[in-house]
């Protein structure tokens, strides 16, 4: 097997961040990492890939295996997230598996964006370059006559450079990432990770 998902988007449902994302974010960060990769960019947004029928955990569970990188939108409701926590655990087990994120590679697979200030975001989560998206975090920021959304365009063009990076860094697919095992060393503690947990099912 191999990677199916050039991409896995994580972000806390259900709204406001959801709006934002599905209205604004998602919409031009498509159209940019398509130029940015030279590609058709896979990627997994729950919405669109969870199909009516499917078992919802086990769809996101295959598609973190299966995804080669994640952008993570970051706010305080996402680390009280039980989900979004597994997800961001997830990833991150992997790229320290792989040899990534350390001082000899500091590159890694999480490439994460802020629509706040930050303040109540946990360690684990601040020792990540963050890209600073908190201005353009409005509800009709999708009126292309806004004037800030020039700056939204301008900022996104850099943050799809980054994500760029991270894809072109990213480890060959491991099939043992898809072992029960794997998975469970992954979350192995995700309880100690800050924040309450949040664990209500996403809603789509």
């Known amino acids: 097997m191999s990677y199916q998902y050039d991409i896995f988007l994580s972000y806390k449902r259900p709204k ?75 990833m991150d087990y992997r790229q320290k598996q792989c040899g990534l994120s350390t001082i000899e590679n500091p590159n890694g697979l999480i490439v994460p964006i802020k629509i706040f200030d930050g303040e109540h975001f946990p360690e684990y989560a601040n020792r990540l370059q963050i890209s600073d998206f908190n201005k353009f975090y409005r509800d009709s920021l999708h009126l292309t006559n806004s004037p800030v959304y020039i700056d939204f365009q301008d900022r996104l063009d850099i943050f799809v450079q980054d994500v760029a990076l991270a894809y072109n860094n990213a480890p060959e697919w491991n099939e043992e990432w898809k072992q029960p095992e794997w998975i469970s060393n992954a979350w192995e503690g995700i309880e100690k990770l800050d924040g309450l947990s949040d664990k209500t099912n996403p809603k789509l």
């Not at 919405?47 to 499917?54: F, R, S």
């Not at 994640?70 to 997230?81: C, L, P, Q």
């Open 16 to 90: 406001p961040e959801s709006k934002w994302v599905d209205e604004t974010f998602y919409p031009k960060f498509v159209e940019y990492i398509c130029e940015a990769l030279n590609k058709d960019a896979v990627i997994f947004k729950d919405t669109d890939e969870i199909k009516t029928g499917q078992t919802w955990d086990l769809k996101i569970k295959s598609a973190l295996i299966h995804s080669k990188i994640m952008v993570s939108v970051f706010s305080a409701a996402y680390f009280r997230s039980e989900w979004c926590k597994k997800e961001f655990a997830f």
